[in-house]
């Protein structure tokens, strides 16, 4: 397969790939293999020329890539049986097959590779932290609701139907299932959140992050959290206000991509919401920290409960359900009835239906943003739903006023204006 070609830009990028990914591996490598006869076989320089190696046997063809393939893992097994009297581990053996996999790839995709690279570099690297918070920091129930959100994310989700198997068109098997991924991610989310940055700024961007996925989804797990740690349910409450913030946020941006023009007529009517709810989630934050709290405390015994992520889903399937036979009987007669069924479910797919009916000369702007602040209103009451029964009546009624006065600031000045 070598031609004339061999030196193009392509090839010299993916060599200089492989160089980079060699070399960086085994400076690791060799720092950690010691000294001494029992030391490890490979070092910087057989780091090196496996990942250079690999990326020759790609440009030879598969003959070559088959051929270098058979000696690495020959070599690997010579090594494992120069080190396993005094170690017995297979790190720098599983190092070396990834190193040479990587000098592979590099000449496919030098970029993809090169990312790689690091990050087996930082692993190996690791170790020593890697170990102390796998068997100090990790707890048991930590590790099966971690395993559980990955089995949900890359084992079910895939194999799930990507299209609606009701009559009315509302249930759609993965859209509800990359919904409950994303209720788990959002609580684990908060978890670390709370971990890492204390129980203050952990709760804030744990709500404003869950806000751009799913506010109600935010407020709904924080919400769990409230019934779970009754006395902290004011902590909890304002980092379900926050998440209204990234709710106004990704408005202005969905309305960006798809309508500029509508952008600008509801301009003030989402800086007046987004004020509003910075202001609550700030109100909020005040009284509940005034004296002081512990994040480990406010993140509890584990990242979610599943039951409850279940639970959400169940009853916004139910919401979708009843939205698609309501709009099947209204019919398309009215814009705003028929996008504050949709509200219902997600704010940001009916304000993104009336930003494209915008776009497309079909409504006129003032007739959409009257649906926007529909859909806002009833996304809104179904975050309300959610607080009360998901949080309890001391969750609810701290997080319902700073609702209820983001969606009259938006409707007021949608009004007036």
Known sequence: MLTETALSPHVLTGLAAALGIGLLVGIERERAKGAGPSRAAAGVRTF??????GAIAELVGPVGVAI???FVV???????RHTRRHDPGLTTEVAMLATFLLGVLAMRSAGLAAALGVVVAITLASKSRLHHFSREHLTPQELHDALLLVAAAFVVLPLLPDRPIDPWGAINPRRLWTLLVAVMGVSTAG???LRLFGARWGLAIAGLAGGFV????TIAAMGDKARAEPPLAAAFASAGLVSNVGTVVQLAVVLAALSPPLLRHAAVPLAAAGTVAVAAAVLASVQAFRG???GHRLAGRRPFEPRHALAFVAIVAGAMLLAAVAQQLLGDRSLPWVLAATGLADVHAATASAAQLVAAGRVEQELALLAITAALATNSLMKC???ALRGGRAYAWRVLPGIVAMVLAFALVVHFD
């Open 292 to 294: 002081g709290l512990d």
């Open 385 to 387: 739903v959610m607080a």
């Open 191 to 193: 978890y670390l959140a």
């Open 214 to 217: 799913s506010s109600t989804a």
């Open 68 to 70: 270098a393939g058979v």
């Open 48 to 53: 090196l020329l496996l990942s250079l190696g």
């Open 74 to 80: 020959a070599a690997v097994l010579a090594s494992y």
